[in-house]
């Protein structure tokens, strides 16, 4: 009879204690998501500070505001990249009815570029920049600051193209002249331009090559090798060695494995080497043209295209002596290699894949001719050549783009 007089009580005790409890915990909870509010529009602050900032070329006070702003809220360039982005669709439908309504066709220079409608970006961009008037990008300075330096929105496009043809250089770097349009709008047009992409074609070409389309899609989809690397293929295969003294039962299996490099230079000229050596080694041979033509390592030839298919002719000379460090080449002993090989693409890149079609050797010697091909069925012998990318061949610009 006790515990059931007591357990109304309990109840009455436990159901004060949740109530309480509840409140302390809503009480914690609001405290908490003032306190994160608070944080948050300070990060937003100094971010809106930064951002001023760096726009008027403080870049060392733009860093510092970006760095206390991240402190407090990490993702608050994410959040406030979200608030601006739905303030600009809020603005945009407001604008859209506000036309509807007043029966005009009035479009902002922001709307354009965001325009599902508009599918061409190069149209687009050109619109967005002459509604807008910043020229080819917009200047981070605001209104009123004094710079004693001229800003890169104040150069006109000629010079602009000038500075593009060095940076794809008569290397046809044209991968840099694509991350460079990847900088801004008014960089993704100049990085368009069909002049640069014309000189790139002829120097590809020749001067008779007319495209379909335009020169840019022309030099993208139309087969030929690259240039910023070399193609290599790795030969291997197995041998037995001689019997030793103590043991004439077992032979010893030696594995012998070699490489094959090709370099492409833009002028219709290449380099082509044999080595044994390690790959990083045979690369650095090739990576100097001027060393590379003077070494006798190194052969060089010329090629040139027809359709998909890369024709190479490679004429070495051997030497029958040197003395006092010049050396004397015997012209009645040489050798002229004739190559044809296909241009294909892999899964992850386009014409770095060369397959074998043909192969002859010609040897002029004692004023006759001996030509001999060669059989390609093995591919042990004969592999592919794949293209690997070599960062150091377009490391610097050596000459202007030019015809």
């Known amino acids: 009879m006790e515990e059931n007089g007591n357990q109304p009580m309990n109840e009455q005790v436990l159901s004060e204690f949740r109530s309480q409890w509840k409140q302390e915990l809503e009480g914690t909870q609001n405290d908490e998501i003032n306190r994160n509010d608070e944080e948050e529009q300070e990060a937003r602050s100094l971010f809106q500070l930064g951002v001023d900032l760096e726009r008027k070329g403080k870049c060392f006070e733009a860093i510092r505001a970006y760095k206390r702003a991240i402190q407090l809220v990490p993702d608050i360039e994410f959040r406030a990249y979200s608030q601006s982005s739905q303030q600009k669709q809020k603005l945009r439908n407001d604008s859209k009815n506000n036309n509807n309504q007043t029966g005009t066709s009035h479009q902002n220079a922001e709307d354009i570029g965001e325009d599902d409608s508009v599918d061409d970006l190069v149209e687009a961009f050109q619109r967005d920049l002459s509604l ?27 010079v602009f193209l000038v500075i593009l043809k060095w940076l794809v250089s008569s290397d046809l770097d044209f991968k840099s002249l694509e991350k460079f349009g990847q900088v801004c709008k008014g960089f993704y047009l100049l990085s368009r331009d069909s002049e640069v992409w014309k000189l790139g074609c002829i120097k590809v070409w020749g001067p008779n090559v007319s ?3 335009t020169w840019r899609e022309m030099f993208i989809t139309r087969p030929r090798v690259n240039f910023n690397g070399c193609y290599i293929a790795k030969i291997n ?7 030793s003294f103590q043991d004439q039962f077992y032979r010893p299996l ?31 041979k090739i990576k100097s ?15 040139h295209y027809q359709d998909s298919t890369v024709l190479i002719v490679i004429k070495k000379q051997q030497f029958s002596s040197q003395k006092f460090k010049r050396k004397i080449i015997n012209e009645d002993n040489s050798y002229t290699f004739f190559l044809e090989l296909e241009i294909t693409d892999t899964p992850k890149k386009k014409f770095s894949k060369l397959m074998w079609k043909h192969y002859a050797i010609s040897q002029f010697r004692n004023n006759e001719e001996r030509a001999s091909d060669f059989d390609l ?7 592919p050549f794949y293209f690997s990318p070599v960062r150091s061949f377009h490391a610097e610009s050596n000459e202007c783009l030019r015809v």
């Open 211 to 213: 495209p379909t389309s």
């Open 377 to 383: 069925r093995s591919s042990t012998k004969y592999p």
């Open 237 to 243: 295969y197995q041998r037995y060695g001689e019997n």
């Open 289 to 303: 043209v001027q060393n590379a033509l003077q070494s006798r390592d190194v052969l060089k030839g010329r090629y």
């Open 254 to 284: 030696q594995i012998v494995e070699y490489f094959r490099l090709i370099r492409f230079l833009p002028n219709g000229t290449l380099l082509m080497m044999t080595s044994a050596d390690e790959l990083q080694t045979s690369v650095n």
């Open 132 to 158: 807008s008037n910043k020229g080819v990008c917009e200047s981070t300075y605001g209104a009123g600051t004094i710079s004693t330096s001229l800003h890169i929105s104040s150069l006109p496009v000629e």
